[in-house]
């Protein structure tokens, strides 16, 4: 097999497209460096089919594809995956046909997209790649203008856009991020999915138009938003109010513990001109207790049993309150009487910048309070279900040693008592049923259960395994589980009532996650 023919199958051509030339020729940019250089051509004769620019085929009245030879060629370059460690082009002279009219448009070649320099096979290992890595490192990697994978990137994009449908969203996650200083970029995430839908540049009003606008172009109702949850930037508030009449807005709680993380950050850089203990002290006060290290906790103790009256101690213990009412209160009405006492707290603690975090709550108290009656955050999903059906599900059950007077299936497998044969082995073909459940109540309480059902069309077994886990300190938890099970499709009177099985357990338990 000489260099052309291995080539032609490597690429996957098909007639009337070949290889015809192979070769290896230093690189532009480093001649100490090869690259390889692959030409293809057609079979003299060949004819073409022609897609227009809406994709559809040059066809005659009745419907069939017209094909025409080449009329002349064009010459082009394109940027291929790369063989064995040598970066690869792809050349070829592209034919191009008359159109009657006195047209010749060039015909598509079938490993690339129009205009783009590149081949499919180039652009689907760049968009699988910058999945995974920042694109300026993917540039790298293959030796690329980052700039030019953005370009790939942005059609891809774009054509994957073109088939979102947004007719069922019903809440809508506002949120800015910057990049270098004061560039923001402004997200809309769909809350029900936790999927990024929009992003623009900019923070104010107008990014919720630039929205709406692109919503309604993927079949989005406005006036289905029941839910919008956002800071409290006075420019998303209006954008809001202008565009979804019949939404209720919800301040994210992580903003608003944001602002009171700044809050006493103040308070710590002012008290710490006069006290010294206080320097490099920032996180101590900015993270909860449980997130602190064991060090970073004595040392925290270790400042408020020797220095006396520390106000950045009270405006910790403020910032603590606000984080036990998002934790701890069920309801609006519960979150609104301790929010009061909080902000009297506030108003009289003499700390100006606890203050003016009491008057930023205050100007944004009905958004805050909407929370608590419909629990959505920015924040990661707290709730996963997942339901499998499988239509054909074998089960196959095996006991090395089975002695006694047992009724488990004699009439199945290999037991046979008489014999000496103790051994139980059970199968059969059937169908099954899944249902995977987990619910985070909050940082310390969360529900998991799964529900099996399986029969083999004689009997039915069904197992529910319930486990309630308490988290009581960073490490420790308290796991409390209940486990129903009943199961008729081993053989006769063997599980014939419903069994349980129940287990509490205190322990250390660490979760790892990516």
């Known amino acids: 097999m000489d260099n052309t023919t291995l080539f032609t199958a490597a690429l996957q051509l098909e007639s009337p497209w070949q290889v015809t030339n192979v070769e290896f020729l230093p690189d532009e940019d480093n001649e100490k460096k090869m690259t390889l250089h692959i030409t293809i051509g057609f079979e003299k004769g ?78 689907a290992w760049v968009m699988e790649f910058t999945k995974h890595m920042p694109v300026a490192a993917v540039a790298r990697l293959i030796d690329i203008n980052d700039k030019r994978l953005w370009r790939i990137i942005d059609h891809y994009v774009r054509e994957a856009r073109k088939l979102e449908n947004y007719s069922e969203v019903s809440g809508i996650g506002i949120d800015e991020t910057s990049r270098k200083g004061h560039n923001y970029i402004t997200v809309m995430v769909d809350l029900a999915e936790r999927k990024v839908i929009y992003a623009t540049e900019g923070k104010d009003h107008t990014t919720v138009d630039q929205f709406v606008a692109d919503f309604k172009e993927h079949k989005g109702n406005p006036d289905n938003i029941q839910i919008v949850t956002c800071d409290m930037s006075l420019g998303f508030r209006k954008g809001v109010n202008d565009n979804f009449p019949n939404s209720n807005t919800i301040i994210d709680k992580f903003h608003v513990i944001k602002h009171a993380n700044e809050a006493v950050d103040k308070v710590r850089k002012v008290e710490s001109k006069t006290d010294e203990s206080l320097k490099k002290t920032k996180y101590l006060w900015l993270k909860n207790d449980d997130n602190l290290t064991d060090k970073q906790r004595e040392w925290k103790k270790s400042l408020l049993k020797t220095t006396k009256h520390l106000k950045t101690a009270r405006a910790y213990a403020m910032r603590v309150e606000l984080q036990d009412i998002y934790d701890q209160c069920e309801d609006r009405e519960s979150a609104d009487a301790r929010l009061k006492k909080l902000c009297i707290w506030m108003m009289h603690s003499r700390l100006e910048q606890m203050k003016d975090l009491c008057r930023l709550i205050r100007d944004h108290w009905a958004e805050i309070l909407n929370y608590f009656d419909y629990k959505y955050t920015n924040a990661e999903k707290k709730l996963d279900l997942s339901v499998m059906i499988a239509p054909y599900a074998f089960k196959l059950i095996y006991v090395d040693d089975v002695r006694g007077d047992y009724a488990i299936s004699k009439h199945v497998g290999i037991y046979d008592e008489a014999l000496g044969i103790t051994q139980l082995k059970t199968y059969a073909l059937g169908s099954s049923f899944k249902v995977n459940y987990r619910q985070e109540f909050n940082e310390h309480i969360t529900l998991s259960s799964v529900l099996s059902f399986y029969t083999d069309y004689k009997g039915i077994e ?18 409390v589980s209940l486990n129903p099970r009943y199961d008729t499709t081993v053989g006769e009177g063997w599980n014939e009532k419903i069994q349980f099985k129940e287990f509490v357990s205190l322990g250390l338990a660490y979760r790892f996650e990516k």
């Open 462 to 479: 069904v197992d529910w395994e319930i486990v309630g886990d308490f988290k009581l300190y960073k490490w420790l938890t308290a796991r």
């Open 46 to 123: 060949a004819k073409f089919i022609f897609y227009n620019e809406d994709g559809s085929v040059w066809s005659d009245e009745a419907g069939n594809p017209i094909e025409k030879t080449a009329h002349d060629t064009v010459e082009r370059t394109w940027r291929h995956l790369n063989f064995f460690q040598y970066k690869t082009y792809i050349h070829a002279k592209m034919p191009k046909v008359s159109d009657g009219e006195g047209h010749c448009p060039t015909v598509q070649a079938p490993w690339a997209r129009k205009n783009s320099g590149f081949t499919l096979l180039f652009e």
